[in-house]
Antibody, heavy 115, light 108 residues
Framework: QVQLVESGGGVVQPGSSLTLSCAAS????????MYWVRQAPGKGLEWVAL????????FYSDAVKGRFTISRDNSNNTLYLHMNSLRVDDTAVFYC????????WGQGTLVTVSS | SYVLTQPPSVSVAPGQTAKITCAGD??????VHWYQQRPGQAPVLVVY???DRPSGIPERFSGSNSANTATLTISRVEAGDEADYYC???????????FGGGTKVTVL
């Protein structure tokens, strides 16, 4: 069955960097567009970034453009989100999801940005 | 930027029908997807492309989209349907994914 497992979250200080990973299994990873979506505590879902199946096109929300970079390793079935210049308002659970319909989601990894 | 507007909350008695709306400019020209998120859990896709249901989603969940408003309908509501529901589209103009603000469904 489809599995998406996020990792890499933790507590960091404002201005720090952090890289999240999403390990995929149970489907042909290289055939699917992949997404990062986040959810701040008590708030709604917020799209962060997406990457086409071959990694040749990437899109970002205005809130993270220029600070975050989405990438993928199709040979290792892994999606990444490299986050720079983290701010307190980046604190959220980060989910990875697959397919244009966000058909499957991981369980999320919590990123806390605090001094 | 494109905005999707949902009511913050909807209350419904067990066995009745809940309707959750999602409004946006020219929404009828877009494909709308709906997600259910129970407390402490990841979102689950319940309707995609306006009205299609993924395998495993009960027929009680249905969707429609016309005249700037998409609607998720939950028939014969059960206690387990209590959750937050989000609509979502891909805005071709801005090349952004857009989520509605979410609607909390309370089963009375």
């Amino acid at each position: 069955q489809v599995q998406l497992v996020e990792s890499g979250g933790g507590v960091v200080q404002p201005g720090s960097s952090l890289t999240l990973s999403c390990a995929a299994s149970g489907f042909s990873f290289s055939s699917y567009v992949m997404y990062w979506v986040r959810q701040a505590p008590g708030k709604g879902l917020e799209w962060v970034a997406l990457i086409w199946s071959e990694g040749n096109k990437k899109f970002y929300s205005d809130a993270v453009k220029g600070r975050f970079t989405i990438s993928r390793d199709n040979s290792n079935n892994t999606l990444y989100l490299h986050m720079n210049s983290l701010r307190v308002d980046d604190t959220a659970v980060f989910y990875c999801a697959r397919d244009r319909t966000l058909k499957n989601w991981g369980q999320g990894t919590l990123v806390t940005v605090s001094s | 930027s494109y905005v999707l507007t949902q009511p913050p909350s909807v209350s419904v008695a067990p066995g009745q029908t809940a309707k959750i709306t999602c409004a946006g400019d020219h929404l009828e020209t877009q494909s709308v997807h709906w997600y259910q998120q129970r407390p402490g859990q990841a979102p689950v896709l319940v309707v995609y492309d306006d009205s299609d249901r993924p395998s495993g989603i009960p027929e009680r969940f249905s969707g429609s989209n016309s005249a700037n408003t998409a609607t998720l309908t939950i028939s014969r509501v059960e206690a387990g349907d209590e959750a937050d529901y989000y609509c979502q589209v891909w805005d071709r103009r801005s090349e952004h994914v857009v989520f509605g603000g979410g609607t909390k469904v309370t089963v009375l």
